[in-house]
């Protein structure tokens, strides 16, 4: 059974245009949801790191510092939490999949709310907190919906160790996070995690990212309107043509040709 959790808004900011953050690191006593909306930012935060330009968003749960850098950026800040459940602990992980850095394969749902999120704040205030949580709720069940409905079936291990490994790469294998990270992440060496992923999956593990990595490739090609440079971008190939050289290498097509046979 899939379950669908709740947040509840606590409060939105929205930031044009600032040449830096106002601090370099913040500890959050609630989930903190940033979303980019021009620009771009380096984040880090436990053992993920990488860079959130437009359309990302960055999810940091509580009591986990995030640290943040940027030379240029717009952005949304919502601070919430979960009502469906009292605490993380109680998520496993098939439940609750979202963490570190998302996005929407619908960006022109995302873009649309972004601009209802910055009129909002001409509503009777009485209204506002309401309508930025039933926004915020609308963003959330989407992305939840979108990662229920991804094609690839995550694997799932009892070994604690491949498990972790496993959830690192089912959240960032499309954002190119590298196999080392990983394993380092994981406790092991990046051939110790090879081996123990083989004998369990009979697939290595960056056989099985650049799987998940094109799965993410063909939903954006089918469900967004993003330059194949900006899809290449948000999953981690160099540039587009590094992108269309390993899509064509698996599928024996190229990704225009796919996006045009394909889009609903």
């Not at 601090?23 to 990488?50: C, N, P």
Request: charged residues 20%; aromatic residues 10%.
């Amino acid at each position: 059974m899939t379950h669908f959790h709740e947040p509840e808004l606590r409060y939105h900011v929205y930031v044009k245009d600032a040449e830096h953050f106002q601090k370099t690191h913040d500890t959050y006593d609630h989930w903190a949801l940033f979303i980019v909306e021009d620009g771009g930012f380096d984040y880090r935060m436990g053992d993920q790191s990488g860079r959130a330009v437009k359309g990302d968003m960055v999810l940091c749960p509580p009591d986990m510092t995030f640290y943040r850098h940027t030379t240029g950026l717009s952005f949304h800040l919502m601070g919430f939490q979960w009502t469906s459940l009292s605490s993380l602990d109680e998520l496993g992980l098939s439940d609750f999949p979202i963490t570190g850095k998302v996005r929407l394969l619908n960006n022109k749902r995302l873009e649309s709310t972004l601009s209802l999120f910055r009129d909002a704040n001409e509503l009777n205030m009485s209204l506002v907190l309401d309508y930025k949580n039933h926004l915020l709720r609308d963003l959330i069940y989407i992305l939840q919906i979108e990662k229920f409905n991804q094609r690839m079936p995550p694997l799932i291990s009892e070994d604690p160790t491949l498990q972790r490994a496993l959830y690192m790469l089912q959240q960032q294998a499309e954002f190119g996070i590298p196999l080392k990270t990983i394993a380092a992440a994981a406790g092991l060496s990046q051939v110790q995690l090879t081996r123990l992923f083989k004998h369990e999956f009979r697939i290595t593990p960056s056989a099985y990212a650049a799987n998940l990595r094109m799965d993410k490739v063909k939903l954006l090609l089918v469900h967004s309107s993003l330059t194949l440079a900006q899809i290449a971008e948000h999953c981690g190939f160099t540039d587009e043509h590094h992108l269309s050289k390993s899509f064509k290498k698996l599928f024996a097509i190229n990704p225009s040709a796919y996006r045009k046979t394909h889009k609903v």
